[in-house]
């Protein structure tokens, strides 16, 4: 086994390996030659070599959220690194650790106009949790063993990105038979399970409340104790809204947030008021829900989260820095059940909307909302469903999911970049069958995501096709803006048809309801070959269909 001569080279390697950062993505270039030999040559390290830098991040971080934790990026020097921005910063705030290591030309060849050369310490800013300089010399040795320890395992603790920046000077490709240093290991800390904080008054106003609400953000699969899901579940004082990404099931749970309260009056707002709102996951999707409860606040918010708290509805009065699972724990064996109306009065609205949304559904022309409900009542069982941003989620939201499905969704950030990138690292991850549903936009956008060798044959995508950005004739007054179509919607007349040919995936095309519900079935049969459903469907009625279908819940 070789590995690089670069001193600097050996200490990330052994670093990484010592704390069971293995899976290691690399763009090509010559400035960081020294860490792909050092990557590479040892047996021990899972390589993937893919071209596009911003592919490749995103490749890096659907890897991270399967694995739940590091995944290391590697890359040249100059603008290579600015292209793994975007999924920095996806990562910063979805929680997901990347480690993003950059080759650089030594400080003395620094804006001095050398080529392929920028200003890469902290090139990322507050978009990243620790920026690790290190400098080149064996007299730096002990600071650079320092400053890699403490990024790795910030990014193990905290899961979060970290940015190692590594300068080398060269020859950059000579090898040694024998390595020349041994850094010192620095264990990354575990967390106490415990919660340390008394909870005597959260208690006592939790038990003296009549209306608690319960919402949940993106949340990774089996989060919470099916224990904990089923007491929340039998307090009729308690009322749990869910979304896709909650990855959270209860026939007395919510999921449809948007179905439940779009079209409430004052009256139904102030009845749905809670008390005391009780919040923990990521980033929620329903724009709605944020309005209701900035417009009706609780008397308190509590947000638990072992890391931040977001203060989304302006009345946020306490974060518990615990687990969800740790907080429940401790928390609901001192709780009292209240005998209300709170839960069983919305659980007999949202049965009422089901009933309507499930009439309005039958007889709703072809279109996008059409197609997602065929998608939805299609999906196969146990299965990885990675949801693209945009229209694509917001449809989601509106249909009940099969628990066996686990949905995954980029809501750090909500930019459709990215999308298709994340979803062939995650279905690379994950040992479940993966169905990517995207729209147009955000699969064109992303498509150098299919240049690559590692997407199984059992990855699907389902691509609706509107021609442009469907979401922006469903956005209040969008449409009566000049030049709607070329900079808004950007309506376009591509296909996929020929990306599929060149990136051997098998495709399949449908453009009405009958030849949609004869293709799901054999689209969901392949095996052998990664595919790809072009759903196309009329651009100029979706936005109709979609805002008739909330006037149709009252």
């Known amino acids: 086994m070789n590995f690089s001569a670069k001193r600097l080279s050996q200490t990330v390697t052994q670093l990484c390996l010592s704390k069971g950062i293995d899976h290691i993505v690399i763009s090509p270039g010559s400035r960081n030659a020294p860490l792909t030999i050092g990557f590479t040559e040892h047996p021990d390290f899972s390589c993937f070599s893919i071209v596009d830098e911003r592919c490749a991040a995103f490749f890096a971080l659907g890897m991270a959220q399967q694995f739940k934790k590091p995944v290391a990026l590697v890359c040249s020097s100059g603008s290579a690194l600015l292209n793994y921005f975007p999924a920095v910063a996806e990562a910063f705030y979805s929680d997901i650790p990347l480690v993003v290591l950059s080759a650089d030309r030594p400080s003395e060849l620094l804006e001095i106009g050398d080529g392929q050369t920028i200003q890469q310490e902290d090139v990322y800013g507050k978009h990243i949790l620790y920026n690790a300089n290190c400098k080149e010399g064996e007299e730096h040795q002990t600071y650079n063993e320092t400053e890699i320890n403490i990024a790795l395992n910030t990014a193990i603790e905290l899961q979060a990105p970290v940015h190692i920046n590594i300068p080398f000077s060269e020859p950059l490709y000579n090898k040694v038979k024998a390595l020349e240093v041994s850094p010192q290991h620095v264990p990354a800390r575990i967390d106490s399970d415990e919660i340390s904080e008394n909870i005597d008054e959260f208690v006592k106003a939790w038990n003296n409340s009549a209306k608690k609400m319960i919402l949940i953000g993106v949340l990774p699969p089996n989060s919470i104790e099916e224990q904990y899901i089923k007491i929340l579940a039998e307090d009729e004082s308690v009322l749990v809204l869910t979304e896709a990404t909650s990855n959270l099931h209860h026939e007395n749970f919510i999921p449809a947030i948007d179905q439940l309260i779009t079209v409430l009056d004052e009256d139904g707002f102030k009845e749905l008021q809670p008390d005391i709102l009780l919040t923990f996951g990521g980033m929620v999707v329903s724009k709605r ?41 401790a928390f609901l064996p001192r709780t009292e059940t209240i005998i209300n109306t709170y839960q069983t009065q919305w659980l007999t609205v949202k049965n009422e909307r089901t009933v309507k949304h499930n009439k309005y559904v039958e007889s709703v022309p072809y279109s996008d909302f059409k197609v997602y409900s065929e998608i939805l009542n299609s999906l196969p069982e146990k299965i990885q469903f990675q949801v693209a941003n945009s229209a694509a989620i917001r449809y989601v939201q509106l249909f009940d999911l099969p628990s066996s499905v686990q949905v995954f969704c980029n809501r750090g950030t909500s930019g459709i970049d990215g999308s298709v990138s994340t979803a062939v690292g995650a279905a690379y991850a994950s040992k479940l069958p993966t169905l990517l549903i995207t729209g147009d936009l955000s699969f064109f956008y992303d498509s150098n995501a299919l240049w690559s ?102």
């Open 289 to 329: 829900i944020k309005k209701f409860l900035r417009s009706y606040k609780p008397k308190a918010h509590w947000h638990v989260d072992a890391k931040k708290a977001y203060d989304t509805y302006f009345s946020l009065s306490h974060h518990f820095k615990i687990t969800p699972n740790t907080f429940l724990k």
């Open 453 to 554: 060798n590692y997407i199984p044959k059992n990855f699907k995508i389902i691509l609706i096709n509107n021609s442009g950005g469907g979401i922006f004739r469903i956005l209040p007054h969008a449409q009566n803006t000049q030049h709607f179509n070329q900079f808004f919607e950007t309506e376009h007349k591509l296909s996929a048809k020929h990306l599929s040919s060149m990136y051997n995936f098998k495709y399949f095309s449908v453009n009405n309801e009958n030849s949609l519900k004869e293709t799901l079935p054999i689209f969901f049969e392949e095996k052998n070959t990664p595919s790809l459903l072009e759903v196309k469907t009329p651009s100029e009625i979706n936005d109709v269909v979609l805002k008739e279908y909330f006037k149709c819940l009252k």
